[in-house]
């Protein structure tokens, strides 16, 4: 079968192309602030499309992501700093602890239906911050600093040159859309679609739509995890307000529905548009006071919403619609 | 060969009786009418076999198995698929993807499961509207899409829940052909319906219910005619204009 989406991939090879070949060229990223916003808007956008697989595609809002990427955060830093070994031992153990967490809460949350739901994940956030706080083998409140390591993949640590993270932060976006490409176009993305959009409906084709939103989770919580193992080694610490926080859980929201909430392209818009905000607010309006960049978030998208609820994806859809000469006859005859 | 069995089958909602002692068989390959007035019981009785209720008591047998209380996944797995009364398009998804979902259900490959539902979206005139947002069809589009959908998971019984209701008098035509289509094609059918003129037709055999009680269950024919089901179903005045009718015609022939 021809399918139709054969612009989308046209697109995606482009920007993975360019994408790739952007820290080779002179001055591309190197040490500057602009490659380290490049680096966070992958980063981010990888972020939102993990979210995505859950919320968006299989429709159950989860407020509670903070707590899988802090605990993938706590697996590389654990690795390196407690077990003296690598992070890439760390970030895998991380992802599976994360998935398992995930089914383990969702397994009787998932009994609530909509707002219910998201609600339960709300609560999620606190204790699993609250329990880290205490937690003295994770380095409790203050959390978990890195050694002086050397530089390269091995440590997947750079002081100076920074290509290595952002190409790190790439590998990692590419694996996360990758992933969620594949699932949109195989039985398990219509799954998800339909339990999304009627979960008796589904069952009545046979679907097991519990089975179905544990596997969304559980997938959505892994690669969740991985993300925040790169934030660890990224930032070089770790502590339990700078990665399993409701700031972090709704960052997760925000991009993906400013984007395009249940698309495949929304997470990096909404990334692309808000986190050069949030890192150029940081650097010049930091004197303003912290969560300038929240506020500023929030504004965007209420204008958004009210102007179109299905956010970036949905804007560009209607423009693409309007001035395509062979209208699409929408609706009915 | 009976392919569902219905015994004793007793759903009560606190106080209310829904169905009471419910008991009848759907031979393999027919299509089978059930009818009755409105709230004589008929959805909550398709959603006892379906699995979207547990009965509270009695039993629903499919080709020998013990279904009774399933899941309704399991249920669809094993061969019964259903629509619904009040209908459920997956709205954001289209007209194609709605159907595909169901053929997944035995197809793990996309590329073979859309062989099927390719072929369901058009014994359900929907080639058309592929592409379409189900949301946005019209009554008759989505009452068959909801048909197609549920042809997709190739059961071997399918229950439709007044498929026909509500239709214009073409889309009531095309759907009689293609629960026509699914009979020749070996599905046994069982209906609740309320337009007559499309189940009198096809029907093999009619199950009336009336205040979740089963009062009859005949050829179409036999039901028309049997007594109580003319008073519980037509009413008291019709009942009584039909017999006159009849009279008529009996003298008629007879001069």
């Known amino acids: ?333 | 060969m009976t392919l569902l069995e219905v015994r004793n089958l007793t759903k009560t909602f606190g106080a209310l009786m829904a169905n009471s002692e419910v008991s009848f068989d759907v031979e393999r390959g027919s299509i089978v009418g059930l009818i009755g007035p409105n709230g004589a019981g008929k959805t909550t009785l398709f959603n006892c076999v379906a699995g979207l209720y547990k009965p509270t008591s009695g039993t629903v047998t499919l080709d020998g198995e013990d279904i009774t209380g399933l899941p309704s996944w399991k249920i669809a797995r094993l061969g019964v698929a259903r629509t619904f009364q009040v209908v459920r398009p997956l709205k954001e998804m289209t007209v194609f993807e709605n159907i595909l979902v169901g053929a997944h259900m035995r197809h793990r490959e996309t590329a073979k499961a859309a062989e099927i539902a390719t072929r369901c979206m058009e014994l359900c005139f929907l080639s058309s509207y592929r592409d379409h947002l189900s949301g946005g069809l019209t009554i008759g589009n989505k009452k068959r899409l909801e048909v197609a959908r549920a042809l997709a998971t190739e059961p071997k019984l399918i229950l439709l829940d007044e498929a026909v209701a509500g239709l214009t008098s073409t889309e009531v035509k095309e759907m009689v052909e293609v629960i026509r289509r699914m009979k020749d094609e070996g599905i046994t059918v069982l209906m609740v319906e309320h337009i007559m003129e499309a189940i009198m037709p096809i029907a093999d055999k009619l199950v009336v219910l009336n205040s979740g009680v089963k009062i009859c269950e005949d050829a179409p024919r036999a039901v028309v005619q049997n007594p109580e089901v003319i008073r519980a179903y037509f009413g008291e005045k019709y009942s009584r204009r039909l017999r006159t009718e009849g009279k008529e015609d009996d003298h008629g022939c007879d001069a």
Request: aromatic letters at 14%; a positive charge.
């Open chain 1, 1 to 333: 079968m021809t399918k139709k989406t054969t612009l989308s991939d046209r697109l995606w090879y482009l920007f993975l192309a360019a994408a790739l070949v952007l820290p080779f060229i002179p001055g591309g990223i190197g040490n500057s602030f602009h490659g380290h916003v490049l680096t966070m808007v992958l980063l981010y956008a990888a972020m939102a499309q993990a979210w995505n697989i859950i919320s968006g595609y299989c429709g159950q809002t989860s407020f509670g992501h903070a707590v899988f990427f802090g605990i993938g955060a706590y697996g590389a830093a654990m690795a390196v700093v407690q077990f003296n070994t690598l992070p890439w031992y760390g970030a895998p153990v991380g992802a599976v602890v994360a998935a398992v967490t995930s089914v383990l809460i969702s397994a009787p949350c998932f009994k609530l239906k909509g707002h219910y739901f998201a609600i339960a994940t709300f609560a999620i956030v606190e204790i699993f911050s609250r329990l880290f706080m205490i937690w003295d083998w994770v380095g409790g409140a203050i959390g978990l600093d890195y050694p002086i390591l050397d530089d390269g993949w091995r440590n997947f640590s750079w002081s100076s040159d920074k290509n290595g993270y952002y190409l790190g932060a790439l590998a990692l976006f590419t694996l996360i859309f990758g992933v969620v490409r594949w699932i949109e176009s195989h039985r398990m993305g219509y799954y998800f679609r339909a339990v999304r959009e009627g979960q008796e409906t589904a069952e009545s084709l046979g679907v097991h739509s519990t089975a179905v939103k544990l596997s969304a989770m559980a997938l959505s919580a892994g690669l969740t995890a991985l993300c925040g193992a790169f934030f660890a080694q990224y930032n070089y610490r770790v502590d339990p307000p700078m990665v399993m926080s409701l700031d972090i859980s709704m960052k997760f929201l925000l991009i993906t529905i400013l984007g395009g909430l249940g698309t495949f392209w929304g997470p990096l818009l909404g990334a692309a548009v808000l986190i050069p905000l949030q890192e150029y607010t940081r650097a010049y309006l930091s004197h303003l006071g912290s969560g300038v960049d929240l506020i500023i978030f929030g504004i965007i998208i209420i204008l958004t919403m009210i102007k179109q609820p299905m956010g970036i994806m949905g804007i560009i859809r209607g423009v693409t619609r309007r001035t395509s000469t062979v209208p699409a006859k929408e609706g009915d005859a």
